[in-house]
């Protein structure tokens, strides 16, 4: 069960994320938040984990490795080391998008399996995201990331194969299942547009 150390999370990592928005949206980002904390529970988190999943953008976009240092105070250790297994850059300026994933990506190989449980849950969270607004905005949508189309399904495809060699499971088959549906969706608009033309 929660306790309240994760009532006490909740109300921080509203207040730290407080004025930011989801890319291209004015969807308040504490939602994608509570997404990625739903999912990694029902995936089988524990506490530390669910934690974990409010705070896990929380260095990246809300203080770099001052914020990373009160989370330790806060929350502990354990959580610290998920938040800090689910940072792709504690710098800012960020480095480029692709170095930035790559680096990402290969650092996933080595990370306990806790830390690959959240990560898989924000992940997951951000492709259901990313299908239901290319059902609405067709191609469009792509603009909203650095990586635009293809770079975005190299991701997320990248993400899926290291996932599935590290935490094999019904998590991973929903997000799994989520990265085809975006590929499916993402080929359609093309093969629409080439008959267009």
């Excluded at 830390?115 to 949508?141: E, F, M, Q, R, Y």
């Excluded at 997320?156 to 499971?169: C, H, M």
Aim: a neutral charge; glycine letters at 8%.
């Amino acid at each position: 069960m929660l306790s309240e150390r994760f009532d006490e999370a909740l109300a921080y990592a509203s207040r730290i994320h407080r004025d930011q928005r989801r890319k291209g949206t004015n969807i308040p980002y504490v939602s994608h938040l509570l997404g990625t904390a739903a999912i990694a529970l029902e995936n089988g988190a524990d506490e530390d984990q669910a934690i974990a999943a409010l705070m896990h953008d929380a260095v990246e976009d809300q203080g770099g490795v001052a914020r990373l240092a009160d989370i330790r105070l806060r929350f502990g250790d354990r959580v610290a080391e998920i938040v800090a297994h689910c940072t792709d850059t504690d710098i800012d300026p960020k480095p480029p998008w692709r170095a930035r994933k790559e680096a990402y990506i290969a650092g996933l190989r080595q990370k306990p399996e806790a830390s690959l449980a959240v990560s898989l849950a924000d992940k997951t969270h951000n492709a259901g995201a990313i299908v239901a607004d290319l059902a609405i905005h067709g191609d469009a949508l792509w603009a909203r990331f650095t990586g635009g189309r293809d770079g975005s399904l190299w991701y997320y495809r990248s993400l899926v194969t290291v996932f599935r060699t590290r935490i094999d499971g019904p998590g991973c088959e929903r997000f799994a299942s989520l990265v085809q549906k975006m590929s499916d969706l993402a080929g359609r608009k093309n093969s629409a547009r080439r008959s267009d033309t």
